[in-house]
T-cell receptor
Framework: DGGITQSPKYLFRKEGQNVTLSCEQNLNHDAMYWYRQDPGQGLRLIYYSQIVNDFQKGDIAEGYSVSREKKESFPLTVTSAQKNPTAFYLC?????????????FGPGTRLTVT | GENVEQHPSTLSVQEGDSAVIKCTYSDSASNYFPWYKQELGKRPQLIIDIRSNVGEKKDQRIAVTLNKTAKHFSLHITETQPEDSAVYFCAASMTGGGNKLTFGTGTQLKVEL
């Protein structure tokens, strides 16, 4: 299960607290992605980054923030502005360009906010 | 933006039977269509993909077909086995624009003995 890692596997927080989820890859991939998965739904894109120091909003970016200071790392912060933060969060990476369509996923972080 | 619809949401088959999952997409510019398998609590893993210049692709018991005119693609699993039980997601993407994947809502496949 190497290549792309996420930590922690389970995370518990109180409402009103910001929390940061870690995502690291050693695949030398340029592009990285954050998805949210809820029961009975597909994966929804939160943010993505094609290159260091650049990132774009996905379909459900409200209440989330990211940074991409290093190629290997793409942390996601779930802020108190996110109304329903409890979910399974998946990070993915891919190469860029025409060969970069296949995305490799990390093991996920299950966040529970009470 | 792209919209991907997936059917059925649940599918139950007997071991050895075939299973078919269907997806439609809305953006005719999409040119890459992967299928992911996700076991309970695990990460999604790519099982097969197809690009828009190909109509069909096969890998052992798994095949994918693509109809660009109708904008739909399907996953076919033959000779199903209990280990095929999982949630399967289709997705669509377009080269460029971040290579973003838009996912279907998933199909829970159960292979019964």
């Amino acid at each position: 299960d190497g290549g792309i890692t996420q930590s922690p596997k389970y995370l518990f927080r109180k409402e009103g607290q910001n929390v940061t989820l870690s995502c690291e890859q050693n695949l030398n991939h340029d592009a990285m992605y954050w998805y949210r998965q809820d029961p009975g739904q597909g994966l929804r894109l939160i943010y993505y980054s094609q290159i260091v120091n650049d990132f774009q909003k996905g379909d459900i970016a409200e209440g989330y923030s990211v940074s991409r200071e290093k190629k290997e790392s793409f942390p996601l912060t779930v802020t108190s502005a996110q109304k329903n933060p409890t979910a399974f969060y998946l990070c993915a990476s891919s190469t860029s360009g025409l060969a970069g369509l296949e995305q490799y996923f990390g093991p996920g972080t299950r966040l529970t906010v009470t | 933006g792209e919209n991907v619809e997936q059917h059925p949401s649940t599918l139950s088959v007997q071991e050895g039977d075939s299973a078919v999952i269907k997806c439609t997409y809305s953006d005719s510019a999409s040119n890459y269509f992967p299928w992911y398998k996700q076991e309970l609590g695990k990460r999604p893993q790519l099982i097969i993909d197809i690009r828009s210049n190909v109509g069909e692709k096969k890998d052992q018991r798994i095949a994918v077909t693509l109809n660009k005119t109708a904008k739909h693609f399907s996953l076919h699993i033959t000779e199903t086995q209990p280990e095929d039980s999982a949630v399967y997601f289709c997705a669509a993407s377009m080269t460029g624009g971040g290579n973003k994947l838009t996912f279907g809502t998933g199909t829970q496949l159960k292979v019964e003995l």
